[in-house]
């Protein structure tokens, strides 16, 4: 999901030459030492996404994921997050051991941990200052500010223990959580990826059977991305990383993802177009919400997302010449820094919707604002990568000059 794990993955997969367009595992590398950009394309978009709906009734949201899909561009986060993780983490335990592997992932969680409590301090005081100078943008009242900053005897300890799950700042918690269970994920799966994936499958359907959460202490008292059901979209992902070019797909099962995807598109934008022009679209009553459960993954949401998924794997080379347009390229920049970025589109949501709340929401300045923010995030990217590879080129003259 985040930066660490825009690695590659020569050392833990046999090498090949040409894209196998039967297989979803394929969503790996072409080549020993060639990074597949797909991943980092499709990561960077789902923060775009991501950074477009957080903003409260925009007209630009109609045209983000969500709106042709059951799913959105949380699904493809964390499935390319469970994907990613086993890319980077696999090879520590084959070269360093059990413990090194263990310890490298933990350090990784209580680096995201400390992300998410300066992240949720920053995304606070942003709320709190637009109430104090007399604004109530929609996403205050959406996050419940008063909730976890009124008592104050107890405010800090629920942020501390994760049960503040104010809007905005719900999915580092869930993915810190999954993180967790990395280390038993990946020591399992190499065994049999069925060791895992199987109870994997099992809790997920006891979740949404009996609505098994976690407690939080804003909005519905429960977690928004219930890591008990969003759990198996990630296991999924370790688990195709993990057997990437072992497992032959039937071609009928490409056939089956495109019927999905088409009927899944049907639907979500039958659903959309009732609600603009009922009475011409008054046979479509019966077309439920596109909004399937988000909490507990309901089963809509990932079949749609895994037909998204298959399409692509067969359909886009790692290499695929789109990656390499311009557009392509800035995207695929911010995937590759993706923690950063995250924290940027949620840093950046409070003011956007602040200045469109009190200066003017109309379709120009809406535009204007997403578009300040996506220029952001390309910028910022772009900054990092320029420090990271001057901090590389340091590092390779200090070792020529030693």
Same mark, same amino acid.
């Given at each position: 999901?985040?930066?660490?794990?825009?690695?590659?993955?020569?050392?833990?997969?046999?090498?090949?030459?040409?894209?196998?367009?039967?297989?979803?595992?394929?969503?790996?590398?072409?080549?020993?030492?060639?990074?597949?950009?797909?991943?980092?394309?499709?990561?960077?978009?789902?923060?775009?996404?991501? @950074?477009?709906?957080? *903003?409260?009734?925009?007209?630009?949201?109609?045209?983000?994921?969500?709106? @042709?899909? @059951?799913?959105?561009?949380?699904?493809?986060?964390?499935?390319?997050?469970?994907?990613?993780?086993?890319?980077?983490?696999? $090879?520590?335990?084959?070269?360093?051991?059990?413990?090194?592997?263990?310890?490298?992932? /933990? &350090?990784?969680?209580?680096?995201?941990? *400390?992300?998410?409590?300066?992240?949720?301090?920053?995304?606070?005081?942003?709320?709190?200052?637009?109430?104090?100078?007399?604004?109530?943008?929609?996403?205050?009242?959406?996050?419940?500010?008063?909730? /976890?900053?009124?008592?104050?005897?107890?405010? *800090?300890?629920?942020?501390?223990?994760?049960?503040?799950?104010?809007?905005?700042?719900?999915?580092?918690?869930?993915?810190?959580?999954?993180?967790?269970?990395?280390? =038993?994920?990946?020591?399992?799966?190499?065994?049999?990826?069925?060791?895992?994936?199987?109870?994997?499958?099992?809790? /997920?359907?006891?979740?949404?059977?009996?609505?098994?959460?976690?407690?939080?202490?804003?909005?519905?008292?429960?977690?928004?991305?219930?890591?008990?059901?969003?759990?198996?979209?990630?296991?999924?992902?370790?688990?195709?990383?993990?057997?990437?070019?072992?497992?032959?797909?039937? &071609?009928?099962?490409?056939?089956?993802?495109?019927?999905?995807?088409?009927?899944?598109?049907?639907?979500?934008?039958?659903?959309?177009?009732?609600?603009?022009?009922?009475?011409?679209?008054?046979?479509?009553?019966?077309?439920?919400? $596109?909004?399937?459960?988000?909490?507990?993954?309901?089963?809509?949401?990932?079949?749609?997302?895994?037909?998204?998924?298959?399409?692509?794997?067969?359909?886009?080379?790692?290499?695929?010449?789109?990656?390499?347009?311009?557009?392509?390229?800035?995207?695929?920049?911010?995937?590759?820094?993706?923690?950063?970025?995250?924290?940027?589109?949620?840093?950046?949501?409070?003011?956007?919707? =602040?200045?469109?709340?009190?200066?003017? /929401?109309?379709?120009?300045?809406?535009?204007?604002?997403?578009?300040?923010?996506?220029?952001?995030?390309?910028?910022?990217?772009?900054?990092?990568? =320029?420090?990271?590879?001057?901090?590389?080129?340091?590092?390779?003259?200090?070792?020529?000059?030693?």
């Amino acid at each position: 999901m985040f930066s660490e794990m825009s690695l590659h993955v020569g050392p833990i997969a046999p090498a090949t030459t040409a894209f196998n367009r039967r297989s979803l595992a394929s969503l790996s590398m072409t080549r020993e030492g060639t990074r597949d950009l797909r991943l980092d394309f499709f990561r960077g978009l789902a923060l775009a996404f991501i @950074f477009i709906d957080h *903003i409260t009734d925009n007209v630009i949201a109609r045209f983000t994921l969500h709106s @042709f899909a @059951f799913c959105d561009g949380a699904e493809m986060f964390i499935f390319i997050s469970g994907y990613t993780a086993a890319i980077a983490y696999t $090879p520590t335990f084959d070269r360093q051991g059990v413990a090194r592997g263990v310890a490298r992932i /933990y &350090r990784r969680a209580w680096q995201l941990y *400390i992300a998410h409590l300066f992240l949720f301090v920053i995304v606070a005081a942003e709320v709190s200052f637009t109430l104090a100078y007399g604004f109530t943008p929609p996403i205050a009242k959406e996050m419940a500010t008063g909730e /976890y900053l009124g008592i104050q005897n107890q405010a *800090i300890l629920r942020v501390i223990t994760l049960t503040a799950q104010p809007d905005l700042l719900v999915i580092l918690p869930a993915y810190i959580i999954m993180l967790l269970g990395l280390p =038993w994920m990946l020591l399992l799966m190499r065994r049999n990826v069925l060791l895992w994936l199987v109870p994997s499958g099992m809790l /997920y359907l006891l979740a949404i059977t009996f609505e098994w959460n976690l407690p939080a202490s804003t909005g519905p008292k429960v977690w928004f991305f219930n890591p008990l059901a969003w759990q198996f979209l990630f296991s999924t992902g370790v688990a195709l990383s993990l057997s990437r070019g072992r497992i032959p797909w039937p &071609r009928m099962l490409v056939v089956a993802a495109f019927i999905l995807a088409a009927a899944a598109c049907f639907v979500a934008i039958g659903g959309r177009l009732y609600g603009l022009f009922p009475r011409f679209l008054s046979a479509l009553a019966w077309i439920p919400s $596109p909004y399937f459960d988000k909490v507990y993954l309901e089963p809509e949401r990932l079949l749609s997302f895994m037909a998204l998924a298959v399409i692509v794997a067969d359909r886009l080379g790692p290499n695929a010449g789109v990656f390499h347009a311009r557009l392509s390229r800035a995207v695929i920049l911010c995937g590759q820094h993706s923690l950063e970025i995250f924290c940027l589109t949620t840093v950046l949501a409070v003011p956007g919707e =602040w200045i469109l709340d009190s200066v003017n /929401y109309d379709l120009r300045m809406q535009f204007v604002v997403i578009m300040t923010g996506l220029l952001l995030m390309t910028g910022y990217a772009a900054l990092l990568r =320029w420090f990271r590879t001057s901090d590389r080129g340091r590092q390779g003259l200090r070792t020529a000059s030693a």
